[in-house]
């Protein structure tokens, strides 16, 4: 019964993998095009506010330090990008596997209990889980 019970979850876990795996591909294509479509926009507004400061600074300033002013600026937002792209792409902590650490154990042994307890009830969900998974099947 034990082997029954672990080929079912595992089939459960198995599926919804393959869900995440299908939708994958164009979930990653849409960011990156929705992605690339901010970047070109952003930069167009941070050169329209960089030429904008550059000739309001003029006056102040004189050429030379109106265009140290905004490249100064402009750096800073770049290290403040650098920082921000940093933190993003640090790894993750990685999350060990239910299967390799053995925790699947205590739960199969639960399930193992609850099945002896209540076989009526059990065999009735096997049922209709089976009959749910097959209609999300037919349903791709």
Same mark, same amino acid.
């Given at each position: 019964?034990? =082997?029954?019970?672990?080929? $079912?979850?595992? &089939? ?6 393959? #869900? =995440?795996? #299908?939708? +994958?591909?164009?979930?990653?294509? %849409?960011? =990156? %095009?929705? @992605? ?7 930069? +167009? @507004? ?20 109106? +265009?140290?002013? $905004? ?6 937002? &770049?290290?403040? @990008? %650098?920082?921000?792209?940093?933190? $993003? ?11 390799? =650490? ?7 042994? #639960? ?8 076989? @009526?009830?059990?065999?009735? $969900?096997?049922?209709?889980?089976? %009959? &749910? ?5 037919? #349903?791709?």
């Amino acid at each position: 019964m034990e =082997t029954v019970l672990r080929s $079912v979850i595992l &089939a459960i876990l198995r599926a919804g993998a393959t #869900e =995440t795996i #299908e939708a +994958s591909p164009r979930r990653l294509a %849409l960011a =990156t %095009l929705w @992605g690339a479509a901010t970047a070109i926009f952003a930069a +167009s @507004g941070l050169g329209c506010a960089a030429l904008a400061l550059w000739i309001w600074q003029i006056p102040q300033l004189g050429p030379i330090g109106a +265009s140290l002013t $905004v490249s100064a600026l402009l750096f800073a937002a &770049a290290l403040a @990008g %650098l920082g921000a792209l940093r933190r $993003v792409l640090a790894a993750p902590a990685a999350k060990p596997s239910p299967l390799a =650490t053995g925790s699947l154990a205590p739960l199969l042994g #639960e399930a193992q209990r609850l099945f002896n307890d209540h076989k @009526g009830a059990a065999l009735a $969900v096997a049922l209709l889980a089976g %009959l &749910a998974m097959e209609r999300h099947e037919r #349903e791709k």
